[in-house]
Structures are given as structure tokens and as C-alpha cells.
């Protein structure tokens, strides 16, 4: 009597791959996988639940016009793989891409993960991090013992971070399917890169923001207009952002060109835009291992830093410190020298700023009436930023400059209201 299903007998195995490797009446060749001689594949089975493919499913491997074949060979034949080989992979791709529970999307790329043991709880473990949960106190604290080599326990399994684990990437191509991104690592080694990425974007958070630390959804959107009718990211920006975080290599440029195109469109610097910069710029130094004189390491901090020497986040701290000065002066004003004007002082300071200092003496005469206390406050800070700058102002500033700007108006609006929001809490 079998104890169990019959397809995990030994011998019952034993016989079927017998008969299913037997010669028949088909082609025979050396697979390209196994490197074994035998009966090859013309059609390999289809693959399913790939979005945005066929519902019926499609191809990995597929030759159907005369222009893909060569030397008279038809079908799959000009990529020989042996019937057990063709068999084993759709099979277990189908099956990985029929737990849904394991799949992920990033941009229009579905997303598998496995560990070479198939435990499941790696995967469990892994998707955690591309989920909006991943602040979980539990977790940071397994997934910083497993990125420091120590193997941890997680639903009764065992999680070994040497244990070699694999990452792939699909994406529709008419017909066919295109392999976006196919990566091995061991499951620490992934943890690690993603872990690294997480602390590049740590900056200081809007009081509002529940976000503790920013899903890959949410920072590519920060390179899409909310306000249109698709607001999917660039399917090849997806991929890219991805396959940068588990490599831990460079952001792709086409992402920083994004987030800049939406705060020069928006005139909004968000915490992940900001986030987004300050993390470009930190790689990109890391990798070149030279500090860019324009956006240095003492603008790339989680909060404000009020020590800064770098001309264009001390123009950024000012902005913010005009624009808090005008708001005060009128309250509920509907046009702000943010929106006149932001663009122009990131890009032309000596143009705009002369004419914005102007304009804010005007706000503190009429706000000397009824506040002079705050008065005081706004003068002395207009004097400390000043005296930072010197005597004239940048005539141009170039993106990485910019981006300090950015940086400086962002950290300095949020220690703005986080003052605030304490002095409510008093």
C-alpha cells in the first residue's frame, strides 16, 4: 500500500521519468539547461497569471516567424531544451506564479521570490518589505538579526540568511513574456541591500504622513502627476528602482529626472521627493566614492542642519523662513511666493531672492503691529541665513544644486512645524 499520493513514490517517480525521457518519434538534440542528450521540446507548456500577458497564458521561450528561426530549424528547436527540462520550469513557474499570496507588481513587471529549501516563510519574510507594514516592531528586529548573519525563527521555520534565494521578474510582450530581471543573492545578502536603501531614505516625516518608512509603491509615485487618469510610474522606471535596491547599485537618472520635473511642475517638495534626493545623491557618492561639492554630505542628513555651510540649502532654509513670514503677515493668503516663485529661486537665486527680501520686509512692518515678538524671531533668522550666504548670490544653480535647495527648504518647513505641532502638545 502507497502511504501518501502516488506521484511521490520513489519508484513510481523513477518509472515516469523513465518512460518520459525514453527516445521517441520527436526531434532529439543537447539541452541547453542540462546539458543531456534526448527527446527536445518543440512547444514548451505556457505560463500564466502573469499580468497584463494572455489570460490563457504565454510564452518564455517561443520562435514563431520564419525571420526568429535559423539553419531550417522550426519552433523551439533553435533554443533546444530537453522535454524534463521545458516540463520542470513551467511547471514550477506556474506554480509559483499561482500563489498569489507570494506575488508581487512593480510597474507592469509580476514579481516572484523563492529560497532554494521552498520554505515559504522567506518569502513571507522578504514581501514584508515591499508591503506598507514593514514598520512592524517585530519585524525590524528579524530582519536585523538576519542582516547581520544570525539565523532567526519565523512561523516555526528556521530562516537561514546564507540560504541562496532568487528573485524574477516577468513582464508581457504580446505573445511572449520578457524576463525583466532574474537575481540570486543569499536571503541575507537581499536583506541587506534593502535594508541599506531604507536607510538612504530616511528623512525627517510630516507629522500626517503614516508612513513610517516608504513602500516601493509609494516612491515611485512621486514621479507621477495624481492628477491624471493613469497614475502608473514608467513600467521601465519600476524595474530599474527595483532591480537597484536588490543589487544595492546606483538609482536609475530617469528617477531623479522625475521626482525634478514634479516638484518643478507641482512647486511641492514632499518628504518622498525629498526622501528620493537625498538617497540619489547618497549612492551616487557611495558608488563614486566622491562627495559632490554641490549636494555634500552635510545636506544629506534626516533632519535640519542648522550648521550647513552649502550656499544652496541655506537658500532653501531662507525660502522657507520668507514663505513662513508672509504666511504670518497674511494668514490664509491664496497665491504664496511658493507659487510665484520657487522655481526661479531654485534656479536664478540672484535674480529672484533681492526682490523676495524686498517683499518680505513689507510683511514685517505690517506684522510689527500686532506681533512684534515674532517680528524679532523672523529678523534674527533672516540675519543668520543671510550672513551664511555673503554678499552675493549664486547668478545659476545646476540639478545637484537644486537639490540642495530642496533639501534645505524641505527640512526647514518641517523643524517649522514640528515647533508647532510641540507647542500644541505644551
Not at 525521457?21 to 538534440?29: H, I, M, T
Not at 506575488?103 to 513587471?109: K, L, P, T
Not at 530616511?202 to 509603491?217: G, H, N, Q, S
Request: net charge neutral; with cysteine.
Amino acid at each position: 500500500t502507497l502511504d501518501g499520493y502516488v506521484h511521490r513514490d520513489p519508484s513510481v517517480r523513477r518509472a515516469w521519468d523513465a518512460f518520459y525521457q525514453a527516445e521517441g518519434d520527436g526531434p532529439q538534440g543537447i539541452c541547453l539547461v542540462t546539458g543531456q542528450p534526448g527527446p527536445v521540446e518543440s512547444v514548451h507548456p505556457a505560463i500564466k497569471n502573469v499580468a497584463g500577458a494572455q489570460s490563457s497564458g504565454a510564452a518564455l521561450v517561443s520562435f514563431n516567424a520564419p525571420a526568429f528561426c535559423s539553419y531550417g530549424k522550426e519552433q523551439n528547436l533553435n533554443a533546444p531544451t530537453g522535454k524534463y527540462a521545458a516540463f520542470a520550469y513551467t511547471s514550477a513557474l506556474n506554480a509559483l506564479l499561482a500563489d498569489r499570496e507570494h506575488v508581487f507588481r512593480v510597474g507592469d513587471a509580476t514579481v516572484v521570490c523563492w529560497a532554494r529549501s521552498g520554505e515559504r516563510g522567506y518569502q513571507d519574510v522578504f514581501q514584508m518589505f515591499f508591503s506598507d507594514f514593514y514598520d512592524e516592531t517585530d519585524l525590524k528586529g528579524l530582519v536585523g538579526a538576519l542582516c547581520q548573519g544570525n539565523p532567526v525563527v519565523y512561523d516555526e521555520t528556521k530562516l537561514d540568511p546564507s540560504m541562496d534565494f532568487y528573485i524574477l521578474g516577468l513582464s508581457p510582450n504580446s505573445a511572449r513574456l520578457s524576463v525583466r530581471f532574474f537575481l540570486h543573492n543569499t536571503f541575507g545578502g537581499f536583506l541587506r541591500n534593502v535594508q541599506a536603501h531604507y536607510d538612504r531614505l530616511e528623512i525627517v516625516r510630516p507629522a500626517y504622513d503614516k508612513f513610517e518608512t516608504l513602500p516601493l509603491w509609494k516612491l515611485l509615485s512621486e514621479t507621477v502627476n495624481q492628477n491624471a487618469r493613469d497614475k502608473s510610474p514608467a513600467p521601465d522606471l519600476a524595474g530599474e528602482v527595483l532591480r537597484a535596491v536588490l543589487t544595492n547599485t546606483r538609482y536609475p537618472a530617469t528617477l531623479l529626472n522625475g521626482v525634478a520635473l514634479r516638484i518643478r511642475a507641482e512647486r511641492e517638495v514632499t518628504r518622498g521627493r525629498a526622501a528620493i534626493v537625498k538617497a540619489y545623491y547618497q549612492k551616487l557618492a557611495e558608488t563614486t566614492k566622491h562627495e559632490n561639492p554641490d549636494i555634500p554630505e552635510e545636506v544629506l542628513q534626516v533632519s535640519l542642519n542648522p550648521d550647513a555651510s552649502n550656499v544652496p540649502y541655506t537658500l532653501g532654509r531662507l525660502f522657507s523662513v520668507l514663505e513662513a513670514i508672509q504666511a504670518s503677515a497674511n494668514p490664509g493668503i491664496n497665491a504664496t511666493i511658493k507659487d510665484k516663485y520657487f522655481n526661479s529661486a531654485a534656479a536664478t537665486p540672484a535674480v529672484i531672492f533681492p526682490i523676495l527680501l524686498n517683499l518680505a520686509q513689507k510683511h514685517l512692518k505690517k506684522l510689527r503691529s500686532s506681533n512684534a515678538g515674532l517680528v524679532v524671531f523672523y529678523e534674527k533668522q533672516l540675519t543668520e541665513l543671510c550672513s551664511r550666504i555673503g554678499e552675493q548670490y549664486p547668478a545659476h544653480m545646476n540639478l545637484p544644486q537644486q537639490g540642495s535647495f530642496q533639501l534645505g527648504y524641505y527640512c526647514q518647513t518641517q523643524a517649522r512645524y514640528q515647533k508647532k505641532e510641540e507647542a500644541k502638545d505644551v
